[in-house]
T-cell receptor
């Protein structure tokens, strides 16, 4: 079946380090992937979109890559800060559906 | 520009009742999508309305329905509520169709509890 997965349910890293989150997709080829951030009790906030023909996208301390061979997108936060602590979700359309991964809860420890 | 607003923010209903949730998109946005978020199933797509027409639909039963008005405001209705319908219901708006490489702007959600 077609699905989108995020390998880690939770990730703890030290402040100042680079956080790397993984999103994998199975049995389909997304035209694009999106990454969102969600804080507890709030709606997701869009961060970045990367198209299938793009290898990498950057926005300030954020970087996302798209590897169609590995069927994977990586999301990086460099020089992480405690304020980056949140759940990060990847998402893409699958047929008539817009599907979110289960999310990775990132904790940046001071 | 005002963000996406949802009313009510909290709602308590009993099994068998029906409920209507409302969403006002960002001014100028024509697409409104609805999502259900639960701890067990995560964030799941219900449906999308674009220019008053349902464009896309997720895998939810017919008890979940919606509509969109000419001013792009949208309502979602759930009939014959079940305990499993307890969730955070999120509405998202986008300038163009949600599945067309558009970023979606989410509202704060309506927390529905079914007793």
């Amino acid at each position: 079946s077609q699905k989108i997965e995020q390998n880690s349910e939770a990730l703890n890293i030290q402040e100042g380090k680079t956080a790397t989150l993984t999103c994998n997709y199975t049995n389909y080829s997304p035209a694009y992937l999106q990454w969102y951030r969600q804080d507890p009790g709030r709606g997701p906030v869009f961060l970045l979109l990367i198209r299938e023909n793009e290898k990498e996208k950057r926005k300030e301390r954020l970087k996302v890559t798209f590897d169609t061979t590995l069927k994977q997108s990586l999301f990086h936060i460099t020089a992480s800060q405690p304020a980056d602590s949140a759940t990060y979700l990847c998402a893409s359309p699958i047929g008539q559906n817009f599907v979110f991964g289960p999310g990775t809860r990132l904790s940046v420890l001071p | 520009k005002a963000g996406v607003t949802q009313t009510p923010r909290y709602l308590i209903k009993t099994r068998g009742q029906q409920v209507t949730l409302s969403c006002s998109p960002i001014s100028g946005h024509r697409s409104v999508s609805w999502y259900q978020q639960t701890p067990g199933q995560g964030l799941q797509f219900l449906f999308e309305y674009f220019s008053e027409t349902q464009r896309n639909k997720g895998n939810f039963p017919g008890r979940f329905s919606g509509r969109q008005f000419s001013n792009s405001r949208s309502e979602m209705n759930v009939s014959t509520l079940e305990l499993g319908d307890s969730a955070l219901y999120l509405c998202a708006s986008s300038l163009l169709a949600a599945l067309s490489r558009n970023e979606q702007f989410f509202g704060p959600g309506t927390r529905l509890t079914v007793l």
